[in-house]
């Protein structure tokens, strides 16, 4: 079944470190993005790539790192400048030319 | 600066009654509009979804309205279930050039059976 695998489904972080949060998707989809949601703010963009090798910030970029080497992963690093890393955080595709966002099953990040 | 905005974080409806959950925008120039339903630690799934050229979308018990002079759109659920208990997320998005979606914070729907 064609599908966005999120990986770990829990995660936790100690302070001062990095952690990188999976998203692997085979709906053969060219824009990958990243959510965070905290409680009663939504959520809120973090980055975003439309192509391979190719990517822009969101809204709170700030304190997070992505990579886009393969059109089916987009994987993201949560980095020690991110001040206040709990969170669920949402993967998301689109196939080129659609409307939709497809999601994944979320992470959920939280601090030692 | 938020661009979409669910002005009522929760709603109680009765089973069978119509649910109306609303959203407001203030960007004109967003050109797509859906909406989503979700669960406590799962993914967001697609209910409903509208074109700015539009101003009605129905598919099955789901109905979306868009009103652009009011930067104005609702959902309208009927009739309402207790499975349909969940938290609607309206978002927006600019299909011409950055594709970025602006999601709402949200409104909790409680189907009371």
């Known amino acids: 079944d064609g599908g966005i695998t999120q990986s770990p489904k829990y995660l936790f972080r100690k302070e001062g470190q990095n952690v990188t949060l999976s998203c692997e998707q085979n709906?053969?989809?060219?824009?990958m993005y990243w959510y965070r949601q905290d409680p009663g703010q939504g959520l809120r963009l973090i980055y975003y790539?439309?192509?391979?090798?190719?990517?822009q910030k969101g809204d709170i970029a700030e304190g997070y790192s992505v990579s886009r080497e393969k059109k089916e992963s987009f994987p993201l690093t949560v980095t020690s400048a991110q001040k206040n890393p709990t969170a669920f955080y949402l993967c998301?595709?689109?196939?080129?030319?659609?409307?939709?966002?497809?999601f994944g099953s979320g992470t959920q990040l939280s601090v030692l | 600066d938020q661009q979409v905005k669910q002005n009522s974080p929760s709603l109680s409806v009765q089973e069978g009654r119509i649910s109306i959950l609303n959203c407001d925008y203030t960007?004109?120039?967003?050109?797509?509009f859906l909406w989503y339903k979700k669960y406590p630690a799962e993914g967001p799934t697609f209910l409903i979804s509208?074109?700015?050229?539009?101003d009605k979308n129905e598919d099955g018990r789901f109905t979306v309205f868009l009103n652009k002079s009011a930067k104005h759109l609702s959902l309208h659920i009927v009739p309402s279930q207790p499975g349909d208990s969940a938290v609607y997320f309206c978002?927006?998005?600019?299909?011409?050039?950055?594709?970025?979606?602006?999601f709402g914070t949200g409104t909790r729907l409680k189907v009371l059976a």
């Open positions: 998301a595709s689109r196939r080129q030319g659609g409307e939709k966002l497809f």
């Open positions: 709906l053969n989809h060219d824009a």
């Open positions: 790539s439309q192509i391979v090798n190719d990517f």
């Open positions: 960007n004109s120039m967003f050109d797509y």
């Open positions: 509208i074109s700015s050229i539009k």
């Open positions: 978002a927006a998005s600019l299909t011409s050039g950055t594709y970025k979606y602006i």
